[in-house]
């Protein structure tokens, strides 16, 4: 194997961990703030790719042509409609249900989910068919060698992880993140010191959901291609994500969904086996890790109370 | 047995016997699974869902229910007799008809991979994602052993679910010793593993699956059709009794183990774990067993299925049949096995019979799935507090 080759498994990697880390990072968000797992997610992320889609459809019918502005408009207005979106699920789905059996929210939120899926192949026009995300990023490259950095993965990879040093930021430097800390980590006390509850957990979801539509509109643009599907395999790897990491954890997150992304790639490259064989590496590492670290790499600090 | 004071209802309805009502309910219910299965026309189906409605609403506000569900404590042998001769009658009286058979063979190894789900989740509180890659384990096993060896049959079902109990064991080190949604995200991975290795994989048929030969005893091939009485019977007769033996089966299993001390212990595991351990309950002990029992009915009930079809491949075993054990279980009512029953024949008849809205039948079971667990979250029979020993206070 050249060093070329190398070079380009590994800027695959970059850009899949990107997508799962912001995939993840919303499954991480939702639990600190409400201990639930919001399994509609990954179908969530869908609804994003398909809002940013049917936006680029109407501004290419009114004639805009200039890529540049139909990407940051099509990219904002998935990112903004899906984070409204995932309040309003929040509003009225999960949080009635907050002190629900765990077991209970993850099946509603795993109906929502084959709900939305089905409602998008139903009522989207030709749903059920694949569609093709227009590539609206520059398409040269460059080349070394055998590596070739196409400049469209170089943007979307600055992007995302701009993204998340964005989204760290905010948790953590704002007024608005330490709301949201101070939430995740007592409720009731939040509550008394004048923190507006169900506003934090509203924006948390928010965030979370806008997250994750900018992971879909990206693997769109990316793969140029999207479909009604999506989003369960997207939501159910981001969710082993947060999970491997450590639930709660912002940094767990990432870290996981760079995992994940590593494990693809070596399942698909470095191992004797055919490259199909990758899901079912990463998976099974993915269930040894959980053997070896049960409550992920990051561990949430809890006791038992008696 | 004797009677439990605390659970008689004050007046016995129409002045019978709690038993008698007991069985004409069965009976009402073996007519209407039958006009159920049968009902061809959406019209059909759409009336006979109204009266359901009709008969659990008079039912409830009667008191005929409550009679019921006394019938079912004090003379549970004849009851059950009686359910098991009613699925009998059912069977009979569809001898003639594939299509509904086949949903009734379906519906009843349902229930037994979800009698095992229940175990793990109802009882020991244990959740298990991946029960349709347990029970594609036992179709897979049934696949490859009926083609390559010449073993009979009937241990081939006992092998899927060995094979489902092995396979079982590797994921036993992270079940027990995650928990909630850590332990959620094993299975789920497992699930998913599973469904993907099949597909890639060459040696167990890739995308395309395998052939399942056929269930057969003692010489007799269950894919020809039997004779009665000179009327020629569908041969998914045969499955349906063998469904119907399985199922009871897997029944009896769970109502023992439940009522047993292991009952006991596994009940005591999904309340607190923390305090069973103290007062010297083996926890890993206790979640071990109840994952391989669940496993191996789960496995079980797949051999059979995988006959019974005679073909299969990846796409019936996703994430999305996991799914469908796990809202048969909480739909009936965790815990409760009656309530697992009534929950997968819903669950698995309702969208076939529902074809005139056939497009949208995720759709709106989905929807359904939600607006019930809102609405009633414990499911349609909620499990009821269980007494330490049946009857021990009427004991001197």
Known sequence: ?????????????????????????????????????????????????????????????????????????????????????????????????????????????????????????????????????????????????????????????GVGLAVIVGLH????????????????????????????????????????????????????????????????????????????????????????????????TVGAVALPFASAYKDVFAFAVVIALMAWKPTGLIAERTSDRV | MTAKTLDLPKKSWLGLPALAIGLIFVALVTVYGWLFLHAESEMEVLALLVAAAIGVVAGTRSGATRNVSVAMNQHSGIMNAAIIGGVLVVIGLLSQEHFSLLMLTSVLLYLTAALGLNVQFGYTGMVNFAGAAFFGIGAYTAAVMTMHTGVPPLLILLCGGVAAALIGFVLVLPVVRTRGHYSAVVTIAFAVLFKTFLEVNDVLGGPQGLTVGSMSILGWDFNSSPTLFGVEMSFYVNYALLGTVLAAVAFMFTRRLERSWLGLTLDSVRLDETASACFGIGVTRAKILAFTFGNVLAGTAGALYGMMISFIAPTSFTFSDSLLLVAIVLLGGMGNPWGTAVAAAIVVVLPEKLQIIQEYRFLLFSVLVIVMLLFRPDGLLPRQIRTYIPGWRKQP
């Not at chain 1, 797992?37 to 809002?51: P, Q």
């Open chain 1, 1 to 157: 194997m050249d060093i070329g080759l190398l070079g380009q498994y590994l800027a695959n990697g970059i850009m899949l961990g990107t997508m799962y880390a912001l995939v993840a990072v919303g499954f991480t968000l939702f639990f600190g703030v409400l201990d639930v797992i919001k399994f509609s997610h990954g179908d969530v992320l869908m609804l994003g790719a398909f809002t940013g889609f049917t936006v680029y459809l109407g501004m290419a019918g009114i004639g805009i042509e200039n890529p540049w502005v139909l990407v940051v408009f099509v990219t904002l207005s998935a990112v903004i409609g899906t984070a409204f979106i995932g309040a309003v699920i929040a509003r009225y789905l999960v949080l009635p249900l907050k002190s629900a059996p765990p077991l209970n929210i993850l099946l509603i939120t795993l109906m929502l989910g084959t709900a939305i899926r089905e409602a998008v192949r139903l009522f989207f026009p030709d749903g059920s068919n694949p569609k093709p995300f227009p590539s609206l990023l520059p398409s040269s490259s460059v080349e070394l060698g055998n590596f070739s950095l196409r400049a469209d993965s170089a943007i979307l990879v």
């Open chain 1, 169 to 264: 930021l905010l948790i953590n430097r704002t007024r608005l993140g330490l709301a949201i800390r101070a939430v995740a980590q007592d409720e009731e006390t939040a509550k008394t010191m004048g923190i507006n509850y169900t506003m934090i957990v509203l924006v948390t979801f928010a965030i979370g959901s806008g997250a994750a539509a900018f992971a879909g509109t990206m693997n769109g643009l990316y793969y140029n291609e999207i479909n009604f599907g999506m989003g369960l395999l997207l939501g159910l790897i981001g969710f082993s994500a947060a999970i491997i990491g450590g639930l709660g954890n912002l940094y767990g997150a990432i870290l996981g969904g760079f995992l994940f992304a590593g494990l693809q």
